[in-house]
């Protein structure tokens, strides 16, 4: 069994940082992709950023040059930094692992950011 738990999510005035990170743990092997994916009120989920094992990353056009996904391999986590927060980014955040074995979800972290 593969399990994801997150952290970090909460409440933050426009313009604030947060940082979420996901641990995941179980049986994980070989190539993978960590990310994270959020899905706001009356909305699909979308991609936010994902990262594979190696470093290489994938953004959201929406949080380019605000948000930084990154990886400690050793203990299977990931991270996302957010910087520069607005209204539009409040939504619950997911942390996702894709591996060979399939695709595995956290409970998700609600992100809330006020005007």
């Known amino acids: 069994q593969v399990q994801l738990v997150e952290s970090g999510g909460g409440l933050v005035q426009a313009g604030g940082s947060l940082r979420l990170s996901c641990a995941a743990s179980g049986r994980i092997f070989g190539i993978n992709v960590m990310g994270w994916y959020r899905q706001a009120p009356g909305k699909q989920r979308e991609l936010v950023a994902v990262?594979?094992?190696?470093?290489?990353?994938n953004y959201a056009d929406s949080v380019k040059g605000r948000f930084t996904i990154s990886r400690d391999n050793a203990k299977n986590t990931v991270y996302l930094q957010m910087n520069s927060l607005t209204p539009e980014d409040t939504a619950v955040y997911y942390c996702?692992?894709?591996?060979?074995?399939?695709?595995?979800w956290g409970q998700g972290t609600q992100v809330t950011v006020s005007s």
């Open positions: 996702n692992l894709n591996i060979m074995s399939g695709m595995y």
């Open positions: 990262s594979t094992r190696g470093g290489i990353t």
